[in-house]
């Protein structure tokens, strides 16, 4: 079995269906579905029930749990694929075949640890965003600190769960790029990218509804994990270097840019 699905799901029947329905219209089949519901009081296990004829290998459980990485790992643990997708209740796979495609992909790239695509970002007032992530460029840690490889859209090894252990669960929504730094800046993996559509996000989450929630978790885990003096460069310079990266995508204004930076450095010189 070279994948398997995860959903999690917690009183969010109509979102778990547009889920369901865009896993069980895959045109490659032989993928394990998991999904982890959290004792839902409204209509979910009677829609995972509905659907459960729609899948060749489906496992699923309704319980209480503790929150989203919780649910999250319950599934991990369940899993027996060589690759772990999270497909979180809410969003859906881009289209009929992008399993089939994607794990055309993973064989293409020689089965690389982490491969990931493209997430489109569905928002409530009907506008769609392609978020390429860092498409395809090596991932820094200034890339990390000012944002993050999308969740949804990427595909697994679940040997590393077992290397970098499952995501922290005293975290609320930043876990799994607690999880990502911990893997890609410190284990030093190399995720690989593939232009591809993989899922359509649900832009009203709970990481995208929640801003200071996530600004004060991110602020926790770097705390954490990085020395101050190391912090306090990079909440000093990350902004400007973003800039600078910015203007490198158009030489023009970059040559401008530079130009007026060793004018003004010679003036300072000068009245030195």
């Keep these: 079995m070279k994948l398997s699905i995860i959903t999690i799901n917690r009183n969010n029947a109509t979102g778990l269906e547009r889920t369901l329905k865009s896993v069980a219209t895959q045109t490659f089949k032989e993928f394990e579905y998991i999904i982890v519901d959290g004792a839902s009081r409204d209509d979910s296990v009677e829609m995972i029930k509905r ?28 899993a027996s694929g060589d690759y772990i997708q999270i ?37 409530p007032d009907g506008r769609r965003l392609v978020d390429k992530g860092p498409e395809g460029q090596e991932i820094t840690m200034l890339d990390m600190f000012e944002g993050t ?29 607690k999880w990502y730094i911990q893997a890609i800046i410190f284990g030093g993996e190399k995720p690989q990218y593939v232009d591809q559509n993989v899922t359509v996000f649900d832009m009203n989450g709970i990481s995208e ?37 910015r203007l490198k995508r158009h030489p023009w204004v970059y040559k401008l840019v530079w130009f007026l930076e060793r004018c003004l450095f010679k003036l300072e010189k000068l009245k030195k």
Excluded at 215 to 236: G, H, I, N, T, W
Aim: aromatic content about 12%; some cysteine; proline content about 3%.
């Design 87 to 123: 497909l979180n209740s809410g969003d859906c796979l881009a289209a009929d075949d992008v399993t089939e495609r994607m794990l055309a992909a993973l064989e293409k790239a020689a089965y690389p640890t982490i491969l990931y695509g493209n997430m489109v970002k569905c928002f």
């Design 149 to 177: 490889l999308n969740h949804s859209s990427a595909l697994i090894s679940r040997d590393l769960f077992s290397k970098y252990g499952c995501y922290d669960e005293q975290l609320r929504i930043v876990s799994d790029w």
């Design 209 to 245: 509804t929640n801003k200071d929630l996530v600004s004060a978790e991110r602020k926790q885990v770097l705390e954490q994990l990085f020395p101050k003096m190391v912090l306090a460069d990079y909440e000093k310079y990350a902004f400007p270097l973003d800039q600078i990266k």
């Design 51 to 78: 659907y459960q004829s729609e899948f060749t290998q489906l496992k699923w459980v309704s319980e209480p749990d503790s929150g989203i990485y919780n649910a999250m790992n319950k599934g991990i643990q369940m």
